[in-house]
């Protein structure tokens, strides 16, 4: 998959050494990401505390929602060792993409079905003893 994604976006690499802000939460960006080498770490800022969420590796992808939604970044992703990625900047890019790497489609919706799920763990727990839930979607 990684030599797909190599080839195809040879000319769409950026790096970025250790210790590097990749996003910066509260900022406005469309551009997803998909990590060719290295490892991130992704945080959220929650009131005065940066409270840990993953450690993404080769073969993984953050910011994709920026590509779905008109907002600005909601975590912070930091290069944990020296990374290279490569990045897709629409939604239009991200369809031609994935008809061209089915692997990569199923892949992806594998992984947005756990960080759903995941998602869905941590709202259940945080609305745990509330009379009225407001459904979100």
């Known amino acids: 998959i990684l030599?797909?994604?190599?080839?195809?976006?040879?000319?769409?690499?950026?790096?970025?050494?250790?210790?590097?802000q990749i996003i910066k939460s509260g900022k406005y960006e469309q551009r997803m990401y998909v990590i060719l080498e290295g490892e991130?770490?992704?945080?959220?800022?929650?009131?005065?505390?940066?409270?840990f969420v993953a450690r993404l590796g080769k073969g993984d992808?953050?910011?994709?929602?920026?590509l779905f939604e008109d907002t600005e970044r909601t975590a912070?992703?930091?290069a944990i060792?020296?990374?290279r990625a490569t990045y897709l900047d629409n939604v239009e890019?991200?369809?031609?993409?994935?008809?061209?790497?089915?692997k990569l489609a199923v892949r992806m919706?594998?992984?947005?079905?756990?960080?759903?799920?995941?998602?869905?763990?941590?709202?259940?727990?945080e609305l745990a003893g509330r009379r009225f839930m407001k459904y979100l979607w």
């Open 3 to 20: 030599l797909q994604i190599g080839a195809i976006m040879a000319k769409k690499i950026l790096t970025y050494a250790k210790g590097k």
């Open 40 to 51: 991130v770490e992704i945080t959220f800022d929650v009131k005065e505390e940066r409270v």
């Open 61 to 66: 992808f953050f910011g994709e929602v920026s």
């Open 76 to 78: 912070n992703v930091h």
């Open 81 to 83: 060792s020296n990374v």
């Open 93 to 102: 890019e991200l369809e031609r993409f994935l008809l061209l790497n089915p």
């Open 109 to 125: 919706v594998k992984t947005l079905g756990r960080r759903i799920a995941d998602t869905d763990k941590l709202l259940k727990n």
